[in-house]
C-alpha cells in the first residue's frame, strides 16, 4: 500500500513538471468508517434487555449478539405459554465482573448476565430464568411443597454428593433439575434427563406435567 502511494505521488510529481495534466485514479480510504453499534437496551423475542451495565465488557455488537443467543435458546426449550409470559417480566440485566459463577437471580431485581461468561451452547439465561419462575410462577413460590419433597428425598437417597449444587437449596434443586429435564444435558447434577429419570422418576413426571402436560421428554439437546 505504501509503495502504491509512493509511486502515484512521483507519478504526478512527474506530469506536472511536464506540464501535462493528470486525473488522480480513485483511492479507497486507508481505513473503513466505523460500522455503528447497537443499542445496549433493546427488545428481543418479547424480553427487554438492559445490557448498558457491559458497555466497558466487549463491543456492544458482540454483547447484543451473546444475549440474543441466550434468549434463542430459552425460545427453543419449548416452554409453555404462560411459563414464558412469566419469564418475559423479568428483567434481563448485564454486567462485566467475572467470577467461579457470576451469573444470577435477585427478586425485584432480576436476572444479570455476565456477558464475557456467556456461550451460545449453553443456556445460562434459561437457568436464570428457572430461579426466576421457581419464585414468581410456582404455587407457594420459593416455598412450593413439592420442590421442598423432592430435594429431601434426592439428599436422602445420597445419589449425589452432598456438596452437589442441586443439594443447596429448594430453588437450586429447581432450577439444576428443569434445566436437565428441558435441555437434556448439563454440566452440574443430575447432569442428564435420564439421570433424573432413574433416580428420581417422581419428579420427573412433575415436571413432565408442569412443562409438558405430562407428556414427558425424551431426546437431549445441549448442555447449560
Known amino acids: 500500500m505504501i509503495r502504491r502511494i509512493v509511486a502515484l505521488a512521483l507519478a504526478a510529481f512527474c506530469l506536472a513538471a511536464s506540464g501535462e495534466t493528470w486525473a488522480a485514479p480513485f483511492l479507497p480510504p486507508l481505513f473503513g468508517a466505523a460500522k455503528p453499534q447497537p443499542s445496549l437496551v433493546f427488545d428481543y423475542q418479547g424480553w427487554r434487555v438492559d445490557a448498558s451495565g457491559a458497555a466497558k465488557a ?89 420442590v421442598a419433597r423432592f430435594r429431601q428425598a434426592a439428599a436422602a437417597e445420597h445419589v449425589w454428593p452432598k456438596t452437589a449444587a442441586m443439594l443447596r437449596s429448594d430453588a437450586d434443586y429447581f432450577a439444576m433439575t428443569a434445566s436437565a429435564y428441558l435441555v437434556g444435558a448439563i454440566t452440574r447434577e443430575p447432569y442428564t434427563r435420564a439421570n433424573l429419570r432413574r433416580t428420581q422418576p417422581d419428579a420427573y413426571q412433575w415436571l413432565a406435567r408442569l412443562f409438558d402436560g405430562g407428556r414427558a421428554r425424551v431426546s437431549a439437546r445441549a448442555l447449560s
Not at 58 to 87: E, F, H, N, S, Y
Not at 88 to 112: I, Q
Request: hydrophobic content about 40%; overall charge positive; cysteine-free.
Open 58 to 146: 466487549q463491543r456492544p455488537a458482540k454483547t447484543v449478539k451473546a444475549i440474543r443467543a441466550q434468549i434463542d435458546l430459552v425460545q427453543r426449550a419449548g416452554l409453555p405459554q404462560a411459563v414464558l409470559q412469566v419469564m418475559r417480566a423479568v428483567p434481563v440485566t448485564a454486567a462485566t465482573g467475572l467470577s467461579p459463577d457470576p451469573n444470577g437471580y435477585v427478586r425485584g431485581r432480576g436476572v444479570t448476565l455476565h456477558v464475557k461468561d456467556l456461550d451460545d451452547k449453553r443456556p445460562v439465561l434459561l437457568r436464570l430464568l428457572l430461579y426466576a419462575y421457581e419464585d414468581q410462577g410456582l404455587p407457594g413460590g420459593g416455598a412450593n411443597p413439592d
